[in-house]
Every structure is written in structure tokens, then in C-alpha cells.
């Protein structure tokens, strides 16, 4: 079993930044993708950045250019650095791993692992 516990979001104004973290413990071996997902109220969980065994990334066209998502492998640490930050990514801020082979690295079923969720409000 895995377990992620996500920290960093707040409260920021337009045009400022937050990182946030995930700390994940367990049997983290069996993680071969994790990302970011948020879900605004009324709104569907959206995939909005992800990272592979491999390093390789992906973003929501969304977030492009603004976000950047790394992990700290030894720290077994996932972040995502926000920037740019406008009223339009508030939302419930959630970190993801998955076990098994991924084909769609922002789909929210391809991911088995969730944490609780860190809040961030842009204002």
C-alpha cells in the first residue's frame, strides 16, 4: 500500500506562485507514474501534470508554461511548482501515483494511489 500526503497549497493573489509537495511512504516501489490532478467545485477532477519512471512529463495545455512538476526520487518527494498563478486554478490540489502500465498520464482512472488534497485559492 501506498500513502500520499499532500502540503504547500494557500491562498495567493493573481500573477503569484506556491509550490506544492508530496510526500509519499509505503511500497512506493510499485509507483511507476504520479501527477497532479485538482478539482474545482462543480467540476470534474482534471489531470494537470505528470511524471514518469523515466523522468518524462506531461502538462494540461492549461498549465503549460506555468507549472513545472519534479520528484525528488531519494526524498520520495513529488512537486509542483506553480507560477503565473490566475483565479482560474483554483481548486482542490491532489497528488496521484500509479502501478501499473499508463497510457493516458492525465486521466484520472489510470491512477490508483490518491492523497487527502491540499486547497489552493487564487484571488
Not at 105 to 118: I, K, S
Request: proline share 2%; hydrophobic share 30%.
Amino acid at each position: 500500500h501506498v500513502q500520499l500526503v499532500e502540503s504547500g497549497g494557500g491562498s495567493v493573489q493573481a500573477g503569484g506562485s506556491l509550490r506544492l509537495s508530496c510526500a509519499a511512504s509505503g511500497d512506493t516501489h510499485s509507483i511507476n507514474c504520479m501527477g497532479w490532478f485538482r478539482q474545482a467545485p462543480g467540476q470534474e477532477r482534471e489531470g494537470v501534470a505528470a511524471i514518469d519512471s523515466h523522468g518524462t512529463t506531461t502538462y494540461a495545455d492549461s498549465v503549460k508554461g506555468r507549472f513545472a512538476i519534479s520528484k525528488d526520487n531519494d526524498k520520495k518527494i513529488l512537486s509542483l511548482q506553480m507560477n503565473s498563478l490566475t483565479p482560474e486554478d483554483t481548486a482542490m490540489y491532489y497528488c496521484a501515483g500509479n502501478y501499473g502500465t499508463i497510457y493516458l498520464p492525465l486521466r484520472r482512472a489510470e491512477y490508483g494511489y490518491w492523497g487527502q488534497g491540499t486547497q489552493v485559492t487564487v484571488s
